[in-house]
T-cell receptor
Framework: SAVISQKPSRDICQRGTSLTIQCQVD?????MFWYRQQPGQSLTLIAT?????????ESGFVIDKFPISRPNLTFSTLTVSNMSPEDSSIYLC??????????FGQGTRLTVV | RKEVEQDPGPFNVPEGATVAFNCTYS??????FFWYRQDCRKEPKLLMS???SGNEDGRFTAQLNRASQYISLLIRDSKLSDSATYLC?????????????FGSGTRLSIRP
């Protein structure tokens, strides 16, 4: 298993600003993902964070809005850029090896005012 | 068509009842399958993996039908503590690498 530390755990931000969320895994993992979970909804995959290269974004998500870094096999960041109230959500980092289950950070609860 | 589809529920059943959840997936190249449980305001936690031969863990039984691209979860003798959202999860092959896709979740509420 993997232990994932995600921070901040919550934040309240002004619209138009940006927030960077950090995800640290206690072991090297092949795959890291970023999800969004809006109130009462399931998890939506934003992108796969690729080590040493650009992230792979899902339909509806773009790099300019959600830039992602993954400098090594244990760390990734997600930035929510130029925030609006519609970006208020829980953002979850996930990690795993190919074909196995994913482990999650405790999430970042973002409120944009 | 969604990549992973689940009945959203909610299911409201009495304690001790048996309840079954179903899930279908669209990508026949999907590699592995899981059921996760998510409690309110918590992150998802792995409940069990799903194997082609079917597998059982106490009161929980999971089954996979690759031909029909269908996954199920059966909970027997349900407890109040089983109340949660159950997420069907598929690890599928994307264009360049595998990715983990979640179903919309099925809400289960167990009443005394």
């Amino acid at each position: 298993s993997a232990v994932i530390s995600q921070k901040p755990s919550r934040d309240i931000c002004q619209r138009g600003t940006s927030l960077t969320i950090q995800c640290q895994v206690d072991s090297q993992v092949t795959m890291m993902f970023w999800y969004r979970q809006q109130p009462g909804q399931s998890l939506t995959l934003i992108a796969t964070a690729n080590q040493g290269s650009e992230a792979t974004y899902e339909s509806g998500f773009v790099i300019d809005k959600f830039p992602i870094s993954r400098p090594n096999l244990t760390f990734s960041t997600l930035t929510v850029s130029n925030m609006s109230p519609e970006d208020s959500s829980i953002y979850l980092c996930s990690a795993g090896q190919g074909g196995t289950e994913a482990f999650f950070g405790q999430g970042t609860r973002l409120t944009v005012v | 068509r969604k990549e992973v589809e689940q009945d959203p529920g909610p299911f409201n059943v009495p304690e001790g009842a048996t309840v079954a959840f179903n899930c279908t997936y669209s990508n026949s190249a999907s590699q592995s399958f899981f059921w996760y449980r998510q409690d309110c305001r918590k992150e998802p936690k792995l409940l069990m993996s799903v194997y082609s031969s079917g597998n059982e863990d106490g009161r929980f039984t999971a089954q996979l039908n690759r031909a029909s691209q269908y996954i199920s979860l059966l909970i027997r003798d349900s407890k109040l503590s089983d109340s949660a959202t159950y997420l069907c999860v598929v690890n599928e092959l994307g264009s360049s690498a595998s990715k983990i896709i979640f179903g919309s979740g099925t809400r289960l509420s167990i009443r005394p």
